[in-house]
């Protein structure tokens, strides 16, 4: 029944007969009772455990492909080509494990404390007590500064204002109050006579009676959500599973093809016939692939962690690089969550403040009318004497923060940006408060006196309209003038053209006195009207250009929030979105729609304002419907259903809520829209440079198919050796294909649309590249072999082994770039050393003693000069086929 019940429809005396509590608070005894009844005040959160995520790294098509060629290796007797690919998977495996279990550890150190205690009325008593130990029914005392433990009904409200950002979005704090009563389908957002867990008060204090706790408040519903929501594959993930299947295709087309011809062309015995098939089919496997696939991303990994973007599972690593849709929260993302003031209004002059945030940081600079100093000096004095009893600007654990109301702080931080700290300290000393007239919700205003020579000054702040209806001067260029109905009008016009504009207004007003007043009655009257601020929560600096940078390389950027429409726009326009009336969405037109309506429309919004987690959810799952890969940002606990549905998650680290850190597959640990523009960049980089190694191996692989089978077809002696097989592809072939891996970004990256859905690792038109070079590959090799079979077996052999090795030379050339010739690319200064190396451990093996355990013998230096032909032929091929644009994809 509590879980059920619209508590912001019912009056204070309603709820507390239907929770049968009291204003005095519950007994011990009925806490007992309901703690036994409703559990404790606790979350549930799934974790994954160390096990859990090794497992993990098993699950993937291609790897169950290896474990298979295990098997039959072992079968076949090749018991060191087994272990080999054996420890290849483990490698892997750990890799995975490594990089996955490190952002896990990486998260809980990032993690805030829950309120761990909260006051609350108990036996008529003022009581601290564990978070987790309150009850419904229970009485919350909240005051400045708290974190409220529970959903709960506001009972009683002194000027107690909540910041609720982290749960619905809204940037600016929520007024509440006691005594009024809403329809049961008010949205979470507008509930004024409720509080919620996980929320701040940040002015005022009250009382409230806990209606939920646990999983049952607004934040456990949301948590529950994402709990048993089914998590979503990255499209790396997705696309890495379907090139497993057809690699599995291929090699059981190959196993096939070679059975049916060695046994009905050869008329080789059945057994014998299997027994080559299942070899070749063995050969084809690229067994170094997975390791290397997994070095590539656990490295691209790094490379974001150090540019601020923490992976938290190993294939999202790629995820951001495939997205043509970023979703994104406004509050805390996009913006700092911090109230800035961008525009001071005089009667004189309108000026403009740069900067964002708290940081005390920006320039004060006149965009229309007079530029006159002393007005601006007095505004800002007055600002930081006015503002300074109830507020503090303090810089803690790397950033800056305000203690107190976060719109009077917003006026602090502004009085910084044109005093500096030392004028600050001084002008409060010298303007000394002597009596303070706290702000209330009727008056709409606060206001202090201070000491001002041998008089007393006295400022107001608040809605200016009502500073307005009180004033009968206005300041104007030092002098005090008369507030005539044109100035008025005047003002009143520019406090509209801010609202209209997504700014919060703010007046300020004064008085000199000769006296200290008794009763505010005595002094807010008869004032001088000084100035009107537009008070925003900014774009963070470099939004606006990432966003543009989105744009070029084929990424739509929209804006999801829980703010106001007028708000949601104004900050959209900043950033350069499509803010316009018809681009723009609220939740309640979004409530009404059909999907089949929504799906009309969904293509042309930019902006979403006043979205629930359940809209926010909805319209992703709309987007992937459409054919999108969507990318959503976050930071709230209101982001985390959409976070868990998209294609790649990403939370704040900064700001974050646990439950949107939770539910995300990346995180930014500087809380900086700007930062994924540069995971973009790294996503389509992770990305090419895994189709480089696959290109690479899957040639060679096919070419030592072809080498062989072509071979067994003529009626050749043996060609390769088993040994030789496993030599090329474990060692000699993985070092170039490592060292692809790491290839740097080709040029143009981010001025591309973002790959298809449908683009493959592996396509038609690839698969028929692969057959052609690789059998190029095979027929120089089998005629290096034919050449020299007259110089005995075991030199031809050593002819054919070595050919393939040095063939990689022009293979990992022609794989640095599918469309961009070798000589137009970027160094990279991985390849020449692994190819190097590729050639010491070759030669090694020709002129050591352990050539013994291959067969091979030493091959004189003139034979080289006709063996490094193949390399030559090879990477002239492929070069010519780039020049002539014949595309592979």
């Excluded at 496997?285 to 991303?297: K, Q």
């Excluded at 654990?397 to 500096?420: C, I």
């Excluded at 030199?795 to 070798?822: D, H, K, P």
Aim: proline share 4%; glycine share 8%.
């Amino acid at each position: 029944m509590l879980v059920s019940t619209p508590w912001h429809s019912h009056t204070v005396e309603e709820v507390l007969t239907k929770l049968n509590s009291r204003l005095g608070g519950l007994s011990s005894k009925e806490v007992e009772e309901r703690l036994r009844t409703y559990g404790r005040n606790e979350l549930v959160a799934k974790k994954k455990s160390p096990l859990e995520l090794l497992l993990k790294q098993f699950t993937n098509f291609l790897i169950g492909i290896l474990l298979v060629a295990t098997l039959i290796s072992f079968i076949l007797g090749e018991v060191i080509d087994a272990t080999a690919i054996l420890i290849i998977v483990m490698i892997m495996a750990i890799m995975g494990f490594i990089q996955e279990y490190r952002a896990e550890r990486t998260l809980e150190a990032l993690k805030k404390l829950a309120a761990p205690t909260c006051k609350v009325l108990r036996d008529g008593e003022e009581k601290v007590i564990d978070a987790s130990e309150v009850v419904p029914g229970d009485i919350l005392l909240l005051s400045e500064g708290d974190r409220v433990a529970a959903d709960a009904r506001v009972i009683e409200s002194i000027n107690m204002d909540t910041d609720e950002a982290s749960l619905t979005g809204e940037s600016t704090p929520v007024a509440k109050l006691a005594d009024i009563t809403l329809p049961p389908d008010t949205i979470v957002g507008d509930r004024k006579n409720m509080v919620f867990m996980g929320t701040y008060v940040v002015r005022g204090k009250g009382k409230a009676v806990v209606t939920a706790t646990g999983m049952n408040t607004e934040f456990g519903k949301i948590t529950k959500m994402v709990v048993e929501a089914e998590e979503e594959k990255t499209p790396l993930e997705v696309e890495l599973d379907e090139f497993g299947k057809r690699i599995g295709a291929i090699i059981l087309g190959i196993c096939g093809i070679v059975f049916v011809m060695t046994l009905f062309v050869e008329h080789t015995d059945v057994l014998d016939a299997l027994m080559l098939a299942v070899a070749l089919g063995v050969a084809a496997v690229p067994e170094g692939l997975p390791a290397i696939a997994t070095a590539v991303l656990a490295v691209g990994a790094r490379r974001m962690a150090a540019k601020n973007a923490l992976v938290r599972k190993l294939a999202a690593v790629e995820g951001l690089g495939a997205c043509n849709v970023i979703c994104s929260d406004k509050t805390g993302t996009i913006t700092k969550a911090e109230m800035t003031v961008k525009v001071i209004k005089m009667v004189n002059g309108t000026y403009e403040v740069s900067g964002s945030g708290f940081e005390p940081k920006g320039e004060i600079k006149v965009v229309n009318g007079n530029d006159n100093k002393d007005d601006v000096k007095f505004l800002l004095e007055s600002l930081a004497v006015h503002t300074s009893p109830d507020v503090k600007l303090v810089f803690d654990g790397g950033q800056w923060k305000v203690l107190g109301s976060p719109t009077e702080g917003a006026a602090l931080v502004l009085a910084y940006k044109g005093l500096g700290e030392e004028n600050i300290k001084s002008v409060i000393e010298k303007y000394r408060v002597v009596k303070t007239f706290p702000f209330d919700r009727f008056r709409k205003r606060k206001t202090t006196v201070h000491e001002y020579g041998s008089k007393y000054l006295a400022i107001s702040s608040g809605a200016p309209e009502m500073l307005l209806d009180i004033s009968s001067k206005v300041r104007n260029n030092g002098n005090e003038e008369v507030l005539g109905i044109e100035v008025r009008k005047k003002i009143i016009d520019e406090i509209t053209e801010l609202a209209s504009s997504g700014y919060r207004t703010f007046g300020i007003a004064y008085k000199l006195i000769d006296s200290i007043p008794e009763a505010v009655e005595d002094v807010e009257r008869e004032l001088t009207f000084a100035s009107v601020l537009g008070i925003i929560d900014p774009p963070r600096e470099g939004v606006k250009e990432a966003v543009d940078v989105c744009r070029r390389a084929g990424i739509k950027v929209v804006m999801v929030t829980g703010d106001h429409k007028l708000t949601a726009m104004a900050v959209g326009k900043m950033i350069g979105l499509d803010a316009s009336e018809e681009n723009v969405l609220e939740g309640r037109q979004l409530e009404t729609m059909s999907d089949e309506e929504f799906a009309k429309i969904v293509d042309k919004i930019g902006v979403y304002a006043r979205v629930t987690p359940e809209h926010k959810a909805r319209i992703v799952k709309m987007l992937k419907n459409k054919g999108y890969r969507v990318a959503m940002t976050g930071d709230g606990v209101n982001d985390a259903p959409a976070l868990k549905m998209a294609d790649i998650g990403v939370a704040m680290g900064i700001k974050g809520t646990e439950v949107a850190k939770e539910a995300s597959q990346l995180v930014l640990l500087d809380d900086n829209f700007v930062t994924i523009v540069e995971a973009v960049k790294e996503g389509r980089v992770i990305f090419e440079n895994l189709k480089k190694p696959i290109n690479y191996l899957l040639t060679c692989n096919l070419g030592e198919v072809a080498t062989v089978f072509g071979a067994e077809l003529l009626g050749l002696p043996p060609i390769l050796r088993p040994i030789h097989l496993l030599w090329i592809n474990v060692t000699t072939d993985a070092l170039p294909a490592i060292a692809l891996g790491f290839e740097p970004a080709e040029p143009g990256i981010l001025e591309k649309p973002p790959r298809s859905a449908k683009e493959r690792f592996i396509t038609k038109r690839k698969l028929i590249y692969y057959i052609v070079m690789g059998t190029i590959l095979g027929i120089m090799v089998i005629l290096l072999f034919t050449s020299t079979l007259s110089r005995g077996l075991r030199f031809a052999q050593t002819v054919a082994f070595t050919t393939l090795v040095l063939s990689e030379f022009g293979r990992a050339l022609a794989s640095r770039s599918e469309q961009i010739n070798v000589w137009r690319l970027p160094g990279n200064k991985w390849l020449l050393p692994a190819l190097l190396t590729s050639l010491i451990l070759q030669l090694l093996v020709i002129y050591t003693p352990i050539s013994v355990a291959f067969s091979a013998v030493p091959l004189p230096l003139e034979m080289f000069m006709y063996m490094a032909v193949v390399p030559l032929i090879i990477v002239l091929v492929d070069e010519i086929r780039k020049i002539f644009k014949i595309r592979i994809t």
